[in-house]
């Protein structure tokens, strides 16, 4: 089992703990989201005194990329942005979409009976409130499941819980989500399996349809949102990475012979940066060959893991940039590509800190904003991408 999946599925208890123990926002400070003022003085203590994206005549990167037609946005990476007035101001400046990356079951599924949307509500209302595109993450995946799900569902009403699970939470939102990673990660080669797909919960339970059902219920409940199979690991010219690749071809060539409606392609993208195997040509033909398939192509969790990258701050900081400058020459050249959304926007939230944790116990750099809300060289570097593009 891969170090990424063995870190994976020691999530579930941590992430039940979080939820059944309280940690979450309370209600009345979930509410407490209050519209970013457009007087300055309003503005984060905290903020006011630093470079803030608010100060900057620069433009944003959302207004860099809206002018190449790419929809930029980011995870908020944390429960609520109550708390956090400064970091809400920031995702508000640069990005033109907020990922609701907690429409996840163990946040909105507290037991089989009800469900929780305080959470996921209070973002889209934040999203509503600044005028931001949103989208949903995710309605079938293999983590991220409620301690009940194991105990509860079975392959006599695996397909009914299914079924109420995507018309609840999609119904509530419906007409509002640009997009929604409807199936994750579905694909695992080394499982062994003919279809290279993942021996999953859902598989077992359903076999390998289910996720062709859970994007007919999804086509079904809302039909005014783009539909995404969502997948990380197709980027490196690495036998791992290629065996990824035809494995998602073969999965989106097989919607297309099903007619299971699917519109895009989410490629997660959790770049490494001492990866050396990046191979521009490589990655430019299987966008290509995503795109002759006739599906739309969204960068759904941009960032780059800095885990194995030098202490020093510049220089890591430089190769992080760098990084984002490779990737993103070639996903801007491939006029597929409707999306560039990052996995967090600022260093101060990232998952990254969890599951690929600094051997120095250095804090994880993997984003264009700093823990402060200051732009980094990274950031320069997506908003030179997005300039530099002649799409
Ligand atoms: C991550 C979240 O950011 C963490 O807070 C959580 O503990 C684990 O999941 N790919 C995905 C996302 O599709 O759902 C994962 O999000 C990161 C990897």
């Known amino acids: 089992m891969k170090r990424r999946d063995l870190l994976y599925y020691g999530l579930s208890s941590w992430a039940a703990c979080r939820v059944q123990s309280g ?3 309370t209600q009345a400070s979930r509410n407490a989201i209050a519209p970013i003022s457009p007087d300055t003085s309003q503005v984060h203590p905290a903020l006011s005194s630093q470079e803030s994206t608010r100060s900057h005549p620069k433009p944003t990167l959302k207004q860099r990329a809206a002018a190449k037609n790419i929809i930029y946005g980011a995870e908020c990476g944390t429960l609520s942005l109550a708390e956090e007035p400064d970091l809400a101001e920031a995702i508000a400046q640069e990005c033109a979409m907020l990922v609701i990356g907690c ?16 959470y996921a509500d209070g973002l889209a209302e934040f999203a509503r409130q600044q005028n931001l595109q949103m989208r949903g993450h995710t309605l079938v995946w293999h983590i991220e499941q409620p301690q009940w799900f194991q105990e509860i569902v079975n392959p006599q009403n695996a397909e009914r819980v ?3 699970h995507i018309q609840t939470v999609m119904q509530r939102y419906a007409g509002r989500m640009h997009s929604w990673d409807v199936v994750n990660e579905a694909i695992q080669p080394q499982d062994g399996r003919s279809d290279q797909l993942r021996q999953s919960p859902w598989l077992n339970l359903l076999g390998s349809d289910y996720v062709d059902l859970a994007f007919h219920i999804a086509a079904d409940t809302d039909p005014d949102t783009l539909l995404v199979y969502n997948d990380y690991g197709v980027e490196y010219d690495t036998a791992d990475h290629e065996s990824r690749r035809m494995a998602t071809l073969n999965l989106l060539e097989r919607f297309k ?11 997660q993208s959790h770049l490494v940066g001492d990866q050396s195997d990046f191979n521009p040509e490589r990655f430019r033909r299987f966008l290509g060959d995503v795109a002759s398939l006739g599906f739309k192509i969204l960068i759904t969790e941009l960032d780059v893991i800095d885990q194995k990258l030098p202490a020093n701050i510049q220089q890591r900081d430089r190769r992080v940039a760098q990084v984002y400058q490779e990737y993103l020459d070639v996903v801007l050249d491939e006029p597929a590509v409707i999306a560039i959304l990052q996995w967090g926007l600022s260093d101060r939230h990232t998952w990254i800190s969890q599951f690929f944790p600094r051997p120095d116990g250095l804090p994880s750099r993997p984003l264009p904003l700093d823990a402060e809300l200051k732009r980094k060289p990274a950031w320069s570097a997506i908003a030179q991408a997005f300039d530099r593009s002649t799409r």
């Open 103 to 118: 429409l996840k079951w163990q946040y909105l599924r507290p037991t089989p009976y009800t469900y929780d949307f305080t």
């Open 162 to 164: 299914l079924v109420e």
């Open 23 to 25: 940690l979450l926002p």
């Open 257 to 267: 012979t099903k007619g299971t409606p699917v519109h895009a392609l989410g490629i």
